[in-house]
């Protein structure tokens, strides 16, 4: 039985593997030099060469992103995680779900509208799932740590 002082592990331990995934596709993409995700629209070589960085250390980048997200979910959940501050946790979760939530809020509006980017109607499911995953996940963390803070 779960009581308020544990958070709901489901949604963290989804985006953990979500932000996995994510890592592993821009790993890949970085390996390749490329831009763009597999399964994502594709990137134009003219889009490619005018981007501000180099495509491989872009992608790195994000793939360390990838993991450092993964890490923070686990976080949430974790009691490793539980030694980091509440407010600083909070910090963190709030910045990650605006940057999670920008890209997931392009995805839906391409996805279900059409904005040019390329991103189908599924991807808007996907951005939608991950927008409700990371509510959730920041609701459970911020619920069950509201007394161990007061």
Same mark, same amino acid.
Do not use: N
């Given at each position: 039985?779960?009581? /308020?002082?544990?958070?709901?592990? #489901?949604?963290?331990?989804?985006?953990?593997?979500? %932000?996995?995934?994510?890592?592993?596709?821009?790993?890949? %993409?970085?390996?390749?030099?490329?831009?763009?995700?597999? +399964?994502?629209?594709?990137? /134009?070589?003219?889009?490619?060469? /005018?981007?501000?960085?180099?495509?491989?250390?872009?992608? #790195?980048?994000?793939?360390? /992103?990838? @993991?450092? +997200?993964?890490?923070?979910?686990?976080?949430?959940? !974790?009691?490793?995680?539980?030694?980091?501050?509440?407010?600083?946790?909070?910090?963190?979760?709030?910045?990650?779900?605006?940057?999670?939530?920008?890209?997931?809020?392009?995805?839906?509006?391409?996805?279900?509208?059409?904005?040019?980017?390329?991103?189908?109607?599924?991807?808007?499911?996907?951005?939608?799932?991950?927008?409700?995953?990371?509510?959730? @996940? %920041?609701?459970?963390?911020? !619920?069950?740590?509201?007394?161990?803070?007061?």
């Amino acid at each position: 039985m779960l009581d /308020s002082a544990h958070p709901r592990r #489901w949604p963290a331990y989804t985006l953990a593997v979500l %932000f996995l995934g994510y890592a592993a596709g821009k790993a890949a %993409f970085a390996l390749q030099a490329r831009l763009g995700f597999p +399964g994502g629209p594709p990137v /134009s070589a003219a889009e490619a060469q /005018s981007y501000f960085m180099d495509a491989a250390v872009a992608q #790195w980048l994000a793939t360390a /992103s990838g @993991m450092v +997200g993964a890490c923070v979910a686990l976080a949430t959940v !974790t009691p490793p995680g539980r030694t980091v501050p509440r407010t600083l946790m909070l910090l963190v979760l709030a910045g990650m779900l605006l940057a999670v939530g920008g890209g997931a809020v392009i995805m839906i509006v391409d996805g279900f509208v059409g904005i040019g980017v390329g991103w189908e109607w599924y991807h808007g499911v996907l951005g939608i799932a991950l927008i409700g995953l990371f509510v959730e @996940m %920041f609701r459970s963390y911020a !619920t069950a740590t509201r007394h161990a803070a007061g």
